[in-house]
């Protein structure tokens, strides 16, 4: 080898791996820069939605699934409208809707497909969890946004940052049900905060006992919660003379009450539903950890595997297994893990009618969100197109998962629509036999 030749080699890989170590470099950079903007979006949508009167309430930075991804949702806002789920997204350039698709224009032009399809399937997550209606929002937060002029998109309201509060405001009152600041406070409770916030304004709209309990009483008057609720302004008020003296033994109360919430939290699921039943002349001997463990005998496995395949067109039709009696899910494909989420549910029993009672769903009904299409079956009911005369034995509810092409038109996701209502329409009427059969032996 020639003089110098080793160390000369050793200087030109040492170069290479300094080569690939800015690249890397750069690439986190750029990706640090693309969560840095969106950080400054989500600050100046906050800041819009702070402009809300009293009566609105704003969560930001939520999780959706706490405890099990990290996937987050931006801001939830709950008004006399309903509920809100807004997604910020400061792109840069300017933003176009083309052939039923929304469009991002920098030096080209990028589909956005993917993210109306995100959060309409958020929304529709949480709609199920909480059985009331939440409406999906983009707010555009980039320098370029002010120009959009605010419209749906597949099933997505797609509005400039700066018209958010206006359109918020414009929205019909929803019908009668749960107040805001219980309803707010519930938000809160089912999805946690993402990252922890100690400022002064930080999110401590806490769901207690007091409140589930209360709910169905006349609420005596209190203060505005402190979160993100927004306020017009008005005359200063006297603030309330406080004790400063300290009480004994605040701090082992305060921690005998945490306790006694926790206990509430893993007990009363199954406490509640006993007492209830006891109060609807259900037989004294049923008590807390008695019911039979979920098995074939649950009612919503009467829709089987293969009038499944059959009847979405589907190779496979995989039960996913819940703890529930009255919950049945099936996944369409194999799954990747076992939280993927399910491609058809089934629910049934007391749940079921606290979502009836919510929605004021009285009849029959088909109800479509992006990505997703539902039937909903109060009891001795019937669904339009049906054809063999069948009646829900009992209520239920089954929804089914559907996806849209890439980049698909207006046109073309109003067929995929139509044709999955179809779908949950047969899958409803199939159930409801096999419930009337189940019934009847």
């Given at each position: 080898?020639?003089?110098?030749?080793?160390?000369?080699?050793?200087?030109?890989?040492?170069?290479?791996?300094?080569?690939?170590?800015?690249?890397?470099?750069?690439?986190?950079?750029?990706?640090?820069?693309?969560?840095?903007?969106?950080?400054?979006?989500?600050?100046?949508?906050?800041?819009?939605?702070?402009?809300?009167?009293?009566?609105?309430?704003?969560?930001?930075?939520?999780?959706?699934?706490?405890?099990?991804?990290?996937?987050?949702?931006?801001?939830?806002?709950?008004?006399?409208?309903?509920?809100?789920?807004?997604?910020?997204?400061?792109?840069?350039g300017g933003t176009s809707v083309h052939d039923g698709n929304l469009w991002q224009h920098t030096s080209s032009s990028s589909p956005k497909g993917r993210e109306l399809d995100n959060v309409a399937r958020f929304a529709g997550e949480m709609e199920k969890t909480l059985g009331l209606p939440v409406v999906p929002v983009i707010a555009l937060a980039g320098g370029r946004s002010a120009s959009f002029p605010r419209q749906r998109v597949r099933g997505v309201e797609i509005i400039p940052a700066d018209d958010l509060v206006s359109w918020l405001l414009d929205q019909p009152p929803a019908p009668d049900g749960q107040g805001v600041e219980l309803l707010s406070r519930r938000v809160a409770h089912t999805y946690p905060p993402a990252s922890a916030d100690t400022s002064p304004g930080a999110d401590r709209d806490v769901l207690t006992v007091v409140d589930v309990l209360g709910a169905e009483r006349t609420p005596p008057a209190r203060t505005a919660s402190p979160v993100a609720t927004s306020s017009s302004p008005g005359p200063p008020r006297r603030p309330a003379r406080r004790r400063t003296g300290r009480r004994r033994g605040s701090v082992v109360s305060g921690l005998i009450a945490v306790a006694a919430l926790w206990a509430f939290s893993q007990i009363g699921p199954h406490v509640i539903p006993a007492l209830l039943d006891a109060r609807k002349g259900a037989s004294p001997s049923a008590s807390v950890g008695t019911a039979p463990p979920p098995g074939p005998s649950k009612p919503c496995l009467s829709l089987a595997g293969p009038t499944i395949r059959k009847l979405t067109g589907a190779k496979a039709a995989i039960e996913k297994p819940t703890a529930s009696d009255d919950v049945c899910t099936w996944w369409l494909s194999k799954p990747r893990s076992s939280s993927d989420s399910a491609d058809i549910t089934v629910e049934m029993g007391r749940m079921v009618e606290v979502r009836f009672a919510a929605s004021g769903t009285a009849g029959p009904r088909t109800d479509q969100q992006p990505g997703e299409v539902s039937a909903w079956l109060p009891q001795n009911t019937t669904l339009p197109g049906w054809k063999t005369g069948a009646r829900a034995p009992q209520p239920f509810i089954i929804w089914l998962r559907f996806s849209y092409p890439d980049g698909a038109s207006d046109d073309k996701a109003r067929s995929v629509e139509a044709e999955a209502e179809k779908r949950v329409t047969r899958l409803a009427e199939e159930l409801a036999k096999a419930l009337a059969a189940r019934r009847s032996t």
């Open positions: 080898m020639a003089a110098g030749g080793s160390a000369q080699s050793r200087a030109e890989k040492l170069r290479a791996e300094a080569a690939q170590a800015r690249a890397r470099a750069d690439a986190l950079e750029a990706e640090a820069g693309a969560w840095a903007a969106g950080a400054d979006g989500e600050r100046r949508v906050a800041g819009v939605l702070g402009l809300l009167p009293v009566g609105w309430h704003v969560h930001h930075d939520r999780l959706l699934r706490p405890g099990r991804t990290l996937t987050n949702l931006d801001h939830v806002v709950i008004g006399p409208s309903g509920v809100y789920l807004v997604d910020t997204k400061n792109w840069a």
